[in-house]
């Protein structure tokens, strides 16, 4: 597992991801069908160079800064974000004072309390997800369901690897959504009011270190980070990076 990996390994990151992945199926956190959405989500990092672009650094700092003026934010975990990085969605939401809700789109409710248990084991204060009592209006299958303290009255939602269709449902309810995908054309982040086109591993750090950064700045000056962000550029700038196919980060 992951000790086997030498750090000078030029994809060492990369290969400990999969190898949490790998223990995640193992302890029944993440679906099997999460480790092909992470072959997906590498596909993109190699393209994007496996580093953050400009725009995804200005995308997690308008993301910090939505969540912290939120009235109600959440942060929405699957299977692959629990196994990922539970020590960061912990942090982070302790950081913004949001509730972590478990939402899974191959929906067991054993699978749903297995994660709230190993988030809570971490640290969580606050799971959601267990019992929950409302569903997103439009939407078919058990994909639906969300929790009245949580999602289904949340202004602002933070949703890693979201399911495109969900993601869209979410913004025709008028949420704020801010999307962590790798994948500029995915439904996800063209839903997003802030996508972040980047690695979670790397966006959850950055979004914990602004909102560290402006925990006592003034609502006006958040709302001044906000309006600077523009998502269409930053959903642009993904796409032309992709395509330039610069990827002198990757040496193997
Ligand atoms: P769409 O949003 O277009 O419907 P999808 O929901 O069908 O796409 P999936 O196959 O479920 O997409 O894949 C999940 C998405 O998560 C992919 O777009 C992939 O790029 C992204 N992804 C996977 N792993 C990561 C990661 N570690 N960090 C950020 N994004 C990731």
Redesign the pocket.
């Known amino acids: 597992m992951g000790d086997d990996i030498p750090d000078d390994h030029p994809r060492a990151a990369s290969l400990r991801a999969r190898d949490r992945l790998v223990a995640g199926v193992e302890a029944g956190l993440t679906s099997q069908q999460g480790l092909i959405?992470?072959g997906?989500?590498e596909a993109?990092d190699y393209l994007l160079g496996e580093r953050t672009i400009d725009s995804a650094a200005l995308a997690a700092e308008a993301a910090a800064a939505t969540m912290l003026l939120a009235d109600h934010p959440v942060i929405s975990v699957n299977g692959?974000v629990a196994a990922?990085a539970p020590e960061a969605t912990v942090e982070l939401a302790r950081a913004v004072n949001a509730p972590i809700e478990v939402n899974l789109f191959h929906r067991s409710e054993e699978r749903v309390e297995l994660i709230t248990e190993y988030l809570r084991e971490h640290g969580a204060p606050t799971v959601l997800g267990v019992g929950a009592d409302e569903t997103i209006p439009g939407l078919s299958h058990d994909r639906s369901k969300v929790h009245s303290a949580g999602i289904f009255n949340a202004d602002v939602v933070l949703i890693?690897?979201e399911?495109?269709?969900r993601?869209e449902t979410l913004g025709a309810m008028g949420k704020t959504e801010i999307v962590?995908?790798?994948?500029p054309l995915?439904?996800?982040s063209v839903a997003a009011s802030i996508p972040i086109c980047d690695?979670?591993?790397r966006a959850f750090p950055r979004m914990i270190e602004a909102t560290d950064r402006m925990a006592e700045a003034a609502p006006d000056e958040l709302g001044a980070i906000i309006e600077a962000f523009d998502a269409d550029h930053a959903r642009d700038a993904a796409i032309q990076a992709i395509r330039s196919g610069d990827i002198a980060g990757i040496s193997d």
């Not at 962590?180 to 994948?183: A, G, R, V, W």
């Open positions: 959405a992470q997906r989500g993109f692959n990922l890693p690897l399911d495109g269709d993601a962590i995908d790798l994948n995915s439904r996800s690695n979670l591993l």
